[in-house]
């Protein structure tokens, strides 16, 4: 899949991807939400037999507005592309997202991208999405657009899980915050995962037999300090089962910006610099601070050996679960 950025230039597109379906949004978690979005522009462009695109925005909106408290990220760009591919979409364009893109007008983001350069054939979005300066442009203004332009316009209304809830973005960002991975997987569709190089750390790890592979997470980052059952993906795509250990290790330093330390079961080897990925299968515990190196070892053990009954036997929620999670 091609993942362009696009730029002031106007690099043009190449004919092979002109005339599809695009979906619009920001679409951050990819979550069982935006898939219900996602999939009704696949099964327009399978009908048609034209390219199926996403049309998304980078950096997200609400930290461009407010970089003072940056919106913490279900999926960064590179982890939503990885995502998008694997639903089947042909590229990814991810539009550069600053005040003065904001200032322009919706006649002008619909003439200028969604007809001059990417010429869709159609355009499916959310029932609220709305763009331009002022959010002048919604729906109905889409709706005119298209009926106008000759592209056709999907809107497709909130997605509600199996409680009549709707599924949001944050929504799961506040199940995270408070550790209930095994919910935020129900609403994502996929178990939430993480992606970063591995970093070097104190080695403290090694030295009482259970090494890590550490991984440094954006500091707006909301997900509960504590341990988690995980499943680690290496740089080859080769998966591993694993204990995960999240927060500012109090043990043993008590400070710094909070760490993700994943003991990678039955694997020796050199990770550092790798871009890895790191899936959440459930909360076991809270970051505790003992007294002494002994009992930390003697619970790491514990976290270990329940690490691996939760993970033994678990199969996959999706495709997208199936591509992240799993071999």
């Avoid at 091609?2 to 619009?24: C, M, Q, S, Y």
């Avoid at 095994?182 to 009482?208: F, H, N, S």
């Amino acid at each position: 899949m091609t993942v362009f950025h696009r730029n002031e230039t106007r690099e043009p597109l190449p004919d092979a991807l002109k005339g599809g379906v695009v979906a619009i949004g920001n679409f951050d978690g990819v979550h069982r939400g935006h898939q219900s979005v996602l999939t009704r522009a696949l099964e327009i462009a399978m009908e048609r037999g034209v390219p199926a695109l996403v049309l998304t925005f980078e950096p997200h909106p609400r930290t461009v507005f407010k970089p003072d408290q940056p919106v913490f990220r279900l999926t960064p760009a590179p982890l939503r592309a990885r995502l998008l591919e694997a639903l089947g979409f042909n590229a990814v364009i991810e539009y550069p997202f600053d005040r003065t893109f904001s200032q322009r007008s919706a006649d002008e983001f619909v003439h200028s991208i969604l007809i001059d350069w990417l010429h869709a054939s159609e355009v499916v979005t959310g029932f609220d999405f709305h763009f331009g300066h002022d959010r002048q442009g919604g729906p109905a203004f889409l709706m005119n657009a298209g009926s106008h332009n000759g592209f056709g316009v999907t809107l497709i209304d909130a997605f509600r899980d199996e409680n009549t809830e709707v599924i949001s973005s944050s929504r799961i960002r506040a199940l995270l915050a408070e550790g209930d991975v095994a919910q935020a997987a129900g609403l994502l569709g996929y178990r939430y995962t993480v992606q970063a190089p591995v970093i070097g750390g104190e080695k403290l790890g090694r030295t009482l037999g259970f090494p890590t592979a550490n991984m440094q997470l954006p500091p707006e980052s909301s997900l509960r300090a504590g341990i988690y059952a995980v499943r680690f993906r290496t740089a080859d795509g080769v998966v591993r089962d694993g204990v995960a250990s999240y927060g500012r290790r109090p043990t043993v330093t008590d400070n710094g910006a909070p760490l993700l330390e994943t003991f990678v079961f039955d694997f020796s080897g050199d990770l550092y610099g790798q871009v890895c990925s790191v899936s959440f299968f459930g909360y076991l515990r809270p970051e505790l601070k003992f007294e002494g190196l002994d009992p930390l070892v003697a619970q790491i053990r514990k976290d270990e050996d329940e690490a691996r009954a939760l993970l033994a036997g678990v199969q996959p929620l999706s495709e997208l679960d199936r591509a992240i999670a799993f071999d």
